[in-house]
């Protein structure tokens, strides 16, 4: 039998990963909302100007949240090139 304790830690880790799974797919859909508009204004897929401001304040979020900025970064640029392929994919098909 395991540790009660190491079972209560463990539910509120998943808690957390439930969390932000619905986060993940709540940003997706306005995102998605975004590459439609983008596609149909005849916008480009990508703005780099934009992912470099939230990618410094969001370092900065993470810097204030004892948490690794390298990190954040890399969790985000993984959910921003993600966007940045659904945006393509809206383009290819208004």
Do not use: C, W
């Not at 880790?13 to 975004?34: G, S």
């Not at 370092?59 to 990190?71: E, G, K, V, W």
């Amino acid at each position: 039998m395991a540790d009660e304790q190491l079972q209560r830690f463990r539910s509120s880790i998943d808690n957390i990963d439930a969390a932000l799974i619905l986060l993940l797919a709540e940003r997706f859909k306005v995102t998605e909302d975004v590459g439609e508009y983008k596609a149909q204004q005849g916008l480009p897929p990508a703005d780099p100007e934009r992912e470099k401001k939230q990618i410094a304040r969001l370092r900065q979020l993470a810097s204030s949240a004892n948490l690794d900025p390298t990190f954040s970064e890399a969790f985000l640029r993984l959910v921003i090139d993600e966007v940045i392929r659904r945006h393509e994919r809206a383009a290819d098909h208004p």
